[in-house]
């Protein structure tokens, strides 16, 4: 009985252990600030604000941002700045940045009003024609994603950013999509589609 107490103390132990702390995230957050903002909030379009972000899914991105540089792109998630700066960070410092920028308030953002009726029909319908997927059935009608099931929130994202990304999944220079999902998505995608939806999803609170 006592070896099962023991067994139990240390297996509740490590699981505290595991996971991240947000005082630690934040102390380790100060070489973020400059790219992501002091409170999350990225001040520049082409960087995505963390604020908000599901924690596992910010791991995610820093393993395989770190996996990008360790093998030469060739896994992983590689960005000549962020791969570079992952590249240090062992698993407790990705879960106490990612624990931080989880638990920060996302910044409003808007949707341009020329875009809402197109972003809309895009994002909720997809186009069955085309053979488009919508949207909505990965990251919700508010654009919160599930912290289960791996998507990301992408509401309140900068539409330059989500731009970007879209654009990478297309070509193919972005690839650590499970299932490859996004990347059948976006090659379908004209440019003024990715222009409409990475704009549309900025208001999608």
């Known amino acids: 009985m006592k070896k099962l107490v023991l067994i139990v103390s240390l297996l509740a132990s490590c699981s505290v252990w595991a996971q991240g702390s ?4 934040k102390a380790k957050s100060q070489t973020c600030v400059a790219c992501h903002g002091a409170d999350g909030n990225s001040l520049l379009g082409m960087y995505p604000s963390l604020a908000g972000q599901h924690a596992k899914y910010i791991e995610k991105q820093l393993k395989d941002l770190k996996l990008g540089m360790t093998s030469g ?3 992983g998630r590689y960005d000549p700045v962020m791969s570079g700066m992952a590249m240090p960070l062992n698993e407790q410092d990705m879960a106490d940045l990612a624990a931080y920028y989880a638990s920060l308030p996302l910044a409003h953002n808007t949707t341009p009003e020329n875009v809402v009726e197109q972003g809309k029909n895009l994002y909720a319908a ?4 085309r053979g488009i997927a919508a949207c909505i059935a990965c ?3 508010r654009g919160n994603g599930t912290e289960l099931s791996g998507f990301p929130k ?5 539409a330059d950013y989500v731009k970007l990304q879209l654009e990478k999944f297309r070509d193919g220079n972005r690839n650590n999509d499970m299932n490859a999902m996004m990347r059948d998505v976006a090659k379908k995608l004209t440019d003024e589609d990715i ?4 704009k549309y999803v900025g208001g999608l609170h």
């Open 139 to 141: 990251h919700g009608p």
């Open 154 to 158: 992408i509401s309140g994202q900068h």
């Open 126 to 129: 997809g186009d069955a024609e």
């Open 73 to 75: 792109g060739k896994q």
């Open 195 to 198: 222009d409409v939806l990475s």
């Open 22 to 25: 947000i005082e630690a995230g």
